[in-house]
């Protein structure tokens, strides 16, 4: 037999949730542009025989190295917060979606404008030419996505925040330069709290939101290199890029 619901936890932790998401997004705004305050000797990692990013035979590709990572992590922010976007200015959202919901939603929103323009600044002060070197806004599709449907919409968040703590844990490695590992530590850490996020509205009160779909044996999250996880963002995408230069 199932267990009783009580009204009023729930309510409350919804609440709670909405609290601890606000509070972990605006300290990660109030890191600021720090990562674009890196010495100007900085090479983003980079070597005489990886290219940054930029246009190689007619295609913007996200370049190696460094910068190269902080490319593609600005790539999958564009698409994260295009998808809010479109969640929470849907003409139905507020009737889609509760009260607590759309403030959880809206909060996630919120958070991935501040990670797409973190990383468009932080790119812009740490590439040689941004003219030629800044990844361009990217535009997109959602196949399939009846931004109408709460289980629709639910469902697609918890595959693009479960993607996207993958793609920073598989990153991280790659990383060279301590200031922006710290930084990107930082981020999916609050990814990984929409991803919980997102879970437990799709299954409240079960243990769905540290699932062992993404959490293994060992308690740690999946990590996926840029290679897997760029086929896993195309059919979002509708810009042509390549990655040529990421591992």
Do not use: W
């Not at 919804?14 to 000797?41: E, P, V, W």
């Not at 703590?165 to 060279?176: F, L, T």
């Amino acid at each position: 037999m199932k267990n009783k619901v009580n009204v009023q936890e729930v309510r409350s932790g919804l609440h709670d949730r909405r609290s601890f998401l606000r509070i972990s997004g605006l300290a990660l705004a109030g890191t600021g542009l720090l990562i674009a305050g890196c010495s100007d000797d900085d090479d983003g990692g980079m070597n005489n025989t990886v290219p940054g990013p930029g246009v190689i035979n007619g295609t913007f590709d996200l370049g190696g190295g460094d910068l190269g990572i902080l490319t593609y992590a600005y790539a999958l922010e564009q698409l994260e917060a295009e998808f809010y976007n479109r969640v929470v200015n849907n003409a139905s959202f507020g009737s889609t979606f509760s009260p607590d919901e759309r403030a959880i939603l809206e909060d996630l929103y919120d958070h991935e404008v501040i990670h797409r323009e973190f990383f468009k600044a932080a790119l812009t002060g740490a590439v040689s030419n941004p003219q030629t070197m800044l990844l361009p806004d990217l535009d997109f599709t959602f196949p399939g996505v009846n931004f109408s449907n709460r289980l629709s919409v639910l469902q697609t968040a918890k595959v693009l925040e479960d993607t996207g703590v993958a793609a920073y844990n598989g990153a991280g490695k790659y990383i060279s330069d301590a200031n922006y590992l710290l930084l990107a530590g930082k981020i999916v850490s609050v990814e990984a709290r929409h991803a919980s996020a997102i879970r437990d509205l799709l299954n409240p009160g079960s243990t769905d939101f540290a699932g062992d779909d993404v959490v293994d044996a060992n308690g740690l999250d999946e990590a996926l290199k840029p290679s897997l996880i760029v086929p896993m963002v195309d059919p979002f995408i509708t810009t042509a890029f390549t990655a040529n230069y990421l591992p």
